[in-house]
């Protein structure tokens, strides 16, 4: 056998120049990348809280009651003559000034 070259045994391979054809252009595929940059808002929420204190003055009446008792005393000096018992209608009333003076808490 002989020696073998080329396609179909005709003779040594021969390399054309690449014939460059047009560019195919493909849909963009899209890449995403995330990033994550964390933001703080603060929120206030206030709350006022008033207490009311409400103050009930109850008057009360008291109506308290003394009672007093006034003894009085009086007295009549009658000049009476003779011993007893003589009856009244024979015995004058004396004068102020023949009483002798009283002794203080006694009531004759």
């Given at each position: 056998m002989g020696t073998q070259?080329?396609?179909a045994?005709?003779?040594p391979t021969q390399v054309a120049p690449a014939n460059v054809l047009p560019t195919v252009v493909h849909p963009t595929q899209n890449v995403v990348n995330q990033n994550v940059i964390p933001h703080i808002v603060p929120h206030v929420h206030p709350t006022h809280t008033t207490?009311?204190?409400n103050h009930i003055f109850n008057h009360q009446h008291y109506f308290p009651q003394t009672?007093?008792?006034v003894n009085t005393c009086?007295?009549?000096h009658f000049a009476c003559?003779?011993?007893?018992?003589?009856?009244?209608?024979m015995c004058p009333?004396?004068?102020p000034a023949f009483c002798?003076?009283?002794r203080p808490g006694i009531c004759f």
């Open positions: 070259t080329g396609p045994y005709g003779g207490t009311v204190n009672q007093s008792v009086k007295n009549q003559p003779g011993h007893p018992p003589v009856s009244p209608a009333p004396v004068s002798p003076p009283r």
